[in-house]
């Protein structure tokens, strides 16, 4: 019998990964192309046939594609077909990526949000499998969140659903791309967080002063990080300012679904236990007393591949329901 394998695609902003996964998690080959989002969306679709083109090519013989999964950024259709005004892509408005890809495998092309995915690829064979339900929150440029009960992906109403990073936390704070003042990821999103990191160190003595230039202007969170694991104290302070935020924000989650298991991911969570830590701390002090017991609060153990499994195991679930049909 062929092995069934099924290619997951993320879809980011600058760039796109791809992977050729098996039934077991295993990733057995992978891609990475630049997006060039603001060349619009028949470009971008080129990208993304060439990212699945890449590790077809790769594809160990014997092995049977069963479909093709893609995390998008933004809001997508419940059908999981369209992508809905994905932020940070020009000229989008509503894009079928599953008719427009759907000449490029022999299965069917399912699209889904990057975080939910996430959520999808923590749940199935990464930090979540051990939890039958938990939030999984996403770091990066943005700030993602997805919801999973009882080993399901909770979508909503419209399948928007999640977005933790919109969530105020103080409504007089900074606006966040999507408008919402005081949104969680108005403070944690890489250039967000990058920014507030500068205003507080620049009168402040840190290393960070010799990495990062003139006005701190190339400051990120991985300098932050790396500051940190070299004793600079103001860069840990930093973290664990940010680490309070993200806390805060999840406490309230808990406090609206009372799932008490959480999943953090992303590239800014590479921070480890500098953001983690205090994030913990806030947490059991932001969560009413009859909802503490059993929180939880862990890393993503499978990096940034989390989101291709996830968008692979999107493919693999399409494929499961559609022989039981």
Same mark, same amino acid.
């Given at each position: 019998?062929?092995?069934?394998?099924?290619?997951?695609?993320?879809l980011g902003?600058?760039?796109?990964?791809?992977?050729?996964?098996?039934?077991?998690?295993?990733?057995?080959?992978?891609?990475?192309?630049?997006?060039?989002?603001?060349?619009?969306?028949?470009?971008?679709?080129?990208?993304?046939?060439?990212?699945?083109?890449?590790?077809?090519?790769?594809?160990?013989?014997?092995?049977?594609?069963?479909?093709?999964?893609?995390?998008?950024?933004?809001?997508?259709?419940?059908?999981?077909?369209?992508?809905?005004?994905?932020?940070?892509?020009?000229?989008?408005?509503?894009?079928?990526?599953?008719?427009?890809?759907?000449?490029?495998?022999?299965?069917?092309?399912?699209?889904?949000?990057?975080?939910?995915?996430?959520?999808?690829?923590?749940?199935?064979?990464?930090?979540g499998r051990?939890?039958?339900?938990?939030?999984?929150?996403?770091? %990066?440029? =943005? @700030?993602?969140? /997805?919801?999973?009960?009882?080993?399901?992906?909770? *979508?909503?109403?419209?399948? $928007? &659903?999640?977005?933790?990073?919109?969530?105020?936390?103080?409504?007089?704070?900074?606006?966040?791309?999507?408008?919402?003042?005081?949104?969680?990821?108005?403070?944690?999103?890489?250039?967000?967080?990058?920014?507030?990191?500068?205003?507080?160190?620049?009168?402040?003595?840190?290393?960070?002063?010799?990495?990062?230039?003139?006005?701190?202007?190339?400051?990120?969170?991985?300098?932050?990080?790396?500051?940190?694991?070299?004793?600079?104290?103001?860069?840990?302070?930093?973290?664990?300012?940010?680490?309070?935020?993200?806390?805060?924000?999840?406490?309230?989650?808990?406090?609206?679904?009372?799932?008490?298991?959480?999943?953090? %991911?992303? =590239? @800014?969570?590479? /921070?480890?236990?500098?953001?983690?830590?205090?994030? *913990?701390?806030?947490?059991? $002090? &932001?969560?009413?007393?009859?909802?503490?017991?059993?929180?939880e609060l862990?890393?993503?153990?499978?990096?940034?591949?989390?989101?291709?499994?996830?968008?692979?195991?999107?493919?693999?679930?399409?494929?499961?329901?559609?022989?039981?049909?």
């Amino acid at each position: 019998m062929a092995k069934q394998v099924a290619v997951g695609i993320d879809l980011g902003g600058t760039n796109i990964k791809a992977g050729l996964v098996d039934s077991d998690g295993a990733i057995l080959c992978d891609a990475h192309v630049r997006t060039q989002a603001n060349r619009g969306p028949d470009h971008v679709l080129g990208r993304i046939a060439e990212a699945i083109g890449q590790v077809l090519r790769q594809r160990p013989d014997g092995a049977e594609v069963c479909g093709v999964g893609i995390g998008a950024p933004g809001k997508v259709s419940m059908d999981r077909t369209t992508v809905i005004k994905p932020p940070n892509f020009s000229d989008w408005d509503e894009v079928n990526l599953s008719k427009s890809l759907a000449h490029l495998v022999p299965g069917c092309v399912v699209v889904e949000n990057d975080a939910n995915c996430a959520g999808l690829g923590s749940a199935t064979w990464g930090a979540g499998r051990d939890f039958d339900s938990f939030i999984m929150v996403t770091l %990066g440029t =943005g @700030v993602g969140g /997805a919801i999973i009960h009882e080993k399901k992906l909770f *979508r909503g109403v419209t399948g $928007g &659903a999640g977005e933790l990073g919109h969530m105020s936390i103080d409504y007089e704070g900074p606006y966040a791309r999507s408008g919402v003042a005081g949104a969680t990821e108005a403070y944690l999103g890489l250039h967000y967080l990058s920014h507030h990191a500068r205003y507080q160190l620049h009168t402040r003595p840190s290393i960070l002063h010799e990495w990062a230039g003139r006005d701190l202007a190339r400051l990120s969170p991985k300098m932050l990080h790396q500051a940190a694991e070299q004793g600079d104290e103001p860069a840990r302070e930093v973290l664990a300012w940010a680490g309070h935020k993200l806390g805060v924000a999840l406490a309230s989650v808990v406090n609206l679904l009372d799932i008490r298991k959480l999943v953090v %991911g992303g =590239g @800014v969570s590479a /921070a480890g236990h500098y953001l983690l830590d205090p994030a *913990r701390m806030a947490l059991h $002090g &932001a969560v009413m007393p009859s909802l503490s017991e059993g929180l939880e609060l862990v890393r993503e153990t499978r990096g940034n591949e989390v989101g291709v499994l996830g968008a692979a195991r999107l493919a693999f679930e399409d494929a499961e329901s559609k022989i039981g049909a």
